[in-house]
Structure formats: structure tokens, C-alpha cells
């Protein structure tokens, strides 16, 4: 960079200590186009008014704190202006180079060299954003609750302005800004925003890529997208969604999708999609069904983190993958035409679905587990292990009334042209009473507006 761009750079000096301000910005002079402004309010008017490049801010002000001025920014304006926040803070002896690099705050005092670094380097940043085409980035929404949980963040984190405005908020490898995110949070803001290429980071799926790599070539991205894009009808068009809210049913078949896409990564699992495909219509269908009325239900339920709902939905189009193994003709086989060995070889697709999983090593022993358990109910009459209710996983309950509440909306289907989504809630509690977990029941009534029999309107 030419020393006449950057002096076309214009840094705003915020700070209530005159002398120290004044110091800094006549420090600052030679190199950038300097403004200053004694506290937040001044610097609020500022930045409304003028293309300001930088914001480099004082952390405790009267009136307005350097963060609540950087807060401010990220929700008032429609743009993100890079920042540092100078703290007295922190003690001298943290003050080494090195953290003065990596995070976005800075220890007072400062050798003046220093500083120039730091600006230097957020500049470049910037740049290096600004030529990154926001409206180009595919973003995948996570809870705040989620992104609290970790310190130090391996993915960019923004905020959503509008429909199609979003700004960064937090950035890779630097410490979370936590008061700046917790404020988002007070201020009504649930979720915040990843790149879809960083949800398997967010999910902590990984895998043994190395071996991935070794024995198999990559697999084509058009490959994944023929997938995606078939997985993505069915969720679309073939599963029942009748009263359910447009948006969220979307958003959540949109979610489905893209956990499916993350698990793709594996030349196995995709072979194993494929092959859940060539298992006909319904195990496919259901299967999918299954993911996302478990994570619909779970969000009902208040199971905010992406990564219980990424469980759930990997168990769902899993769980009956074991059924590939057994003779098509028992699988396709009205249950109730099944003679009883019949019926024990398809009751074995749980643990050759349990075996198939373990047998790809990347996939969370949460989500085996709750394969595992599938097909149990909470009084210890299900298979393959008749567990009761306090020896299975939480997460399993909700699984299972999903799994049996598309089985009786596909018996309706058949009988009836229109199927009664009241009706088969009834019929659920009435035949499963004790079986299923009644909040899974009632999420499902939340979920398409339904409410329990006898309780007020
Ligand atoms: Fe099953």
C-alpha cells in the first residue's frame, strides 16, 4: 500500500482525556486524516456524517463506554467500521506485541510504533472484507446462546441488519467480544450469523480427513449438489406440512439440509445417502421427515443450540439405514402382514443401523446413541432393548415422537384425501399415553397451533 492511500485513511480518536487525545492525534497525523471527539456522543454525530475508516476509542468514557459506541455502530449504521478499543484495563505486563496484534483491544499505555502496527493491520482487514462480496456469502443463522459458549471463535461471526445487510461483529481467532454480544442479546437479538462453510466447525463435526483424502478423490461439489438438491425436494415437497408455519418450516428444512450437506464431506456418508435413496420412497421420505419434525420439535421445546439440533437431525435421516440389509420384501411389507421372524429381522435395523454408524468413526456417539433408541418408548415396551424412560437420552424422547407421529399421519394419508392433524395429536395421547413424552406432544400441538383438548382458546 502507497504511503498516499493510507494517508487517505480516516481515523477517529475518541477519548475524554484531552491531553492524552491530542497527543495521539498529532501522533497519528503524518500517516492518516485525523478526526477526534471527546466522548461517544460526539463521535455518534461524526460517523453519521463522514466516512470514517477506523475508530480508534477509549474503553471507559462518561456517558457512553467505547464499546456501547461500537455496539451502537454495528446497529445503527449500515456499515461496519472497523475498531480498537484502548483499555487501562489490563495489567502493563499483558501489554506484549503479540496481544497487541491479535486482539482487537489495546493495553494503555502504548508505544506509538505499536499502535501504527495495529492500525496498519485492521486497515488491511478491512480491505481485505471490503473486497469480499457480502451479498455473495450464504449465511446459516445460530443461536446466541450457542456463541457464547466459546471464548476464542474459529469463524466470523455477523449481525443481521435487514433482509440482505449484515455486518461482522466478531471476528476469527480473536477473543469473543462478550459484552458487545450479550448487549445484542438484551436488546432483543436472538441469533446471530455464520458462513455456511463454518457450520460443520459450529457443529463440531469432523472427521479423519487425512484418510478421507488417502483412499478416496475428492468428491465433485457437483456430486454433493445432485444430492442436496434431490434431499432438498423431498424435504420441500414430499413431507407433510400442512398448518405449519411457512417460514420456520422452511428455515428448518433449510437447516436439515445444510447438516446433511456438512456430513457429505465423507465419501461414506454420501455413499450411505445414496443408498438410504435406493431404499424406496417411504425409508427416504421418513427418514427426512423424521429430521425435521425432531428438530422443529426441539426448538419448540426451547433445544436452542445448533448442535442438538444437528444430533437430531443426522439420527433421523440415519436411523433406519440399517434396513438395508434385510430383504426388500420384508421392508416394504405392511407391518401388521409381517409374521413374527419377519417382524424380529426388521426390529434388527436398529443395531444394523447402530453397526453402520459406529463403522464411519466421525459420527458423535450422541447421535449412535440415540439411533440406538429409536424405537423405544418411555415404559420399556419398545426394541431392541426395552429401556424406560430414565435410561434413555433426553434427546431420544423427542425422536421418537416424531418417528411415531409420521407413521400415523402416513396411516391417514392412506385412509383420508385431507389428513386431521387434531385428530392424530388425540389418537397419539390416547394410545401412547405414557409412552411418549407429553412435551414432545405439546410442541407438536404449539407447533401447528392446536390446542390440547379442554384447554381454553
Ligand atoms: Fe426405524
Avoid at 465423507?266 to 421418513?286: A, F, I, M
Wanted: one cysteine or more; charged letters at 30%.
Amino acid at each position: 500500500m502507497s504511503k498516499d492511500n493510507v494517508s487517505q485513511k480516516v481515523i477517529l480518536v475518541v477519548d475524554d482525556d484531552e491531553i492524552f487525545r491530542e497527543t495521539l492525534c498529532s501522533g497519528l497525523e503524518a500517516a492518516y486524516t485525523v478526526m477526534s471527539a471527546a466522548n461517544g456522543k460526539e463521535a455518534m454525530a461524526i460517523v453519521n456524517r463522514a466516512k470514517v475508516d477506523l475508530i480508534l476509542t477509549d474503553a471507559r468514557m462518561p456517558g457512553m463506554s467505547g464499546y456501547e459506541l461500537i455496539e451502537w455502530i454495528n446497529l445503527h449504521l449500515n456499515r461496519a467500521i472497523p475498531y480498537i478499543v484502548m483499555t487501562g484495563y489490563l495489567s502493563l505486563a499483558e501489554n506484549t506485541d503479540e496481544k497487541l496484534h491479535t486482539y482487537k483491544t489495546v493495553t494503555k499505555p502504548f508505544k506509538l510504533a505499536d499502535m501504527k502496527r495495529v492500525i496498519e493491520s485492521r486497515l488491511n482487514q478491512s480491505e481485505e472484507e471490503e473486497n469480499e462480496d457480502i451479498s455473495e456469502i450464504r449465511f446459516c443463522q445460530v443461536p446466541i446462546s450457542d456463541i457464547v459458549l466459546r471464548p476464542v471463535l474459529d469463524f466470523d461471526i455477523y449481525l443481521q441488519l435487514s433482509e440482505q445487510n449484515f455486518v461482522k461483529v466478531a471476528y476469527k481467532d480473536e477473543e469473543l467480544p462478550l459484552a458487545q454480544i450479550k448487549k445484542f442479546k438484551q436488546k432483543g437479538v436472538n441469533h446471530l450469523y455464520i458462513r455456511k462453510e463454518d457450520f460443520s466447525k459450529f457443529v463440531q463435526f469432523t472427521f479423519d480427513l487425512a484418510k478421507s483424502v488417502s483412499s478416496h478423490p475428492s468428491i465433485s461439489p457437483a456430486k454433493k449438489i445432485a444430492f442436496l438438491d434431490h434431499a432438498h425436494k423431498v424435504i420441500m415437497g414430499n413431507i407433510f406440512k400442512e398448518g405449519l408455519d411457512q417460514q420456520s418450516y422452511e428455515a428448518t428444512a433449510d437447516f436439515v439440509s445444510l447438516s446433511v450437506g456438512t456430513v457429505l464431506e465423507s465419501h461414506e456418508v454420501l455413499d450411505l445417502l445414496e443408498v438410504l435413496k435406493d431404499l424406496g420412497q417411504n425409508v427416504y421420505t421418513d427418514s427426512y421427515a423424521a429430521a425435521l419434525y425432531s428438530v422443529m420439535i426441539a426448538r419448540e421445546m426451547n433445544y436452542e443450540s445448533a448442535l442438538t439440533a444437528f444430533k437430531l437431525c443426522i439420527a433421523g435421516v440415519f436411523q433406519d439405514i440399517g434396513k438395508k440389509e434385510i430383504d426388500s420384501e420384508i421392508v416394504e411389507k405392511n407391518e401388521t402382514d409381517l409374521t413374527k421372524k419377519q417382524q424380529q429381522v426388521l426390529e434388527s435395523h436398529v443395531v444394523r443401523s447402530q453397526k453402520i454408524l459406529e463403522s464411519l468413526k466421525c459420527i458423535h456417539s450422541d447421535i449412535i446413541r440415540l439411533i440406538q433408541e429409536h424405537h423405544e418408548d418411555l415404559e420399556g415396551k419398545g426394541y431392541p432393548f426395552g429401556k424406560k424412560r430414565p435410561e434413555q437420552h433426553p434427546l431420544s424422547r423427542i425422536l421418537q415422537c416424531s418417528n411415531v407421529f409420521i407413521e400415523r399421519i402416513n396411516l391417514k394419508k392412506n385412509e383420508e384425501a385431507k389428513v386431521d392433524v387434531a385428530a392424530v395429536l388425540s389418537d397419539m395421547e390416547k394410545s401412547y399415553k405414557n409412552r411418549i413424552d407429553a412435551e414432545c406432544i405439546k410442541a407438536l400441538r404449539s407447533l401447528f397451533k392446536i390446542p390440547a383438548v379442554g384447554a381454553e382458546v
